[in-house]
């Protein structure tokens, strides 16, 4: 395994049932898709390469990237919720990379300052330890997974992420003091859209 290379894996594969028919992902921002800027942040960063999961409206988010150096993997069964995309996600990252930062891609405040802030504690803490952005001392998202951790994501089950993992492994969590509120703030209904 070589050290130190980090997947980004960006999860935009679901459909949020409060933004009714709206897929909020390709819902423009800046005068590009809400999910094209959080996959700019991840090619951005130090991470050695990016991989989109997609699922729901799969030809349009693929579309809405198109040009984009990225490798897409699609999800299917994402009608059954987040855990599906993460699993989808973390089951492409390649055997030669020691961790993943996941990234949700209705979180378009994300800055590349703080993906890459996660990534050199990673490598600070000799690729071991859960790396989870804080703000204000309250932590939020994208997290690095090393890949130890793996597995156990790949057994997730539900309309959840790993958040359960952070709990169970809190020892194992290193948390990275960032100066981005984005952190914080994903799109969940069209009210939420007004502050991006």
């Not at 690095?144 to 809190?170: C, H, M, N, T, V």
């Amino acid at each position: 395994m070589v050290l130190g290379k980090v997947s980004a894996v960006v999860l935009a594969g679901g459909a949020s049932k409060r933004m009714g028919r709206t897929n909020k992902l390709l819902t423009q921002v800046n005068g590009a898709a809400l999910v094209y800027g959080v996959v700019e942040t991840a090619i951005g960063s130090q991470a050695a390469e990016v991989i989109v999961v997609t699922g729901y409206e799969s030809d349009l988010v693929r579309g809405a990237l198109s040009g984009l150096d990225v490798r897409f993997v699609d999800n299917p069964h994402y009608e059954d919720g987040l855990s599906t995309s993460l699993r989808a996600g973390i089951g492409a990252v390649g055997e030669g990379f020691t961790g993943a930062v996941v990234l949700l891609g209705d979180m378009p405040q994300v800055t590349v300052g703080t993906v890459d802030a996660l990534i050199e504690k990673f490598h600070a803490e000799k690729d071991q330890a859960i790396c989870q952005p804080s703000f204000d001392g309250r932590p939020g998202n994208p997290v690095l997974w090393p890949r130890e951790f793996f597995p156990e994501i790949l057994d997730i089950k539900g309309d959840i992420g790993a958040r359960q993992l952070i709990e169970r492994y809190s020892a194992r969590v290193s948390k990275v003091e960032v100066g981005d509120d984005g952190i914080h703030l994903d799109i969940d209904t069209p009210d939420d859209l007004k502050s991006v």
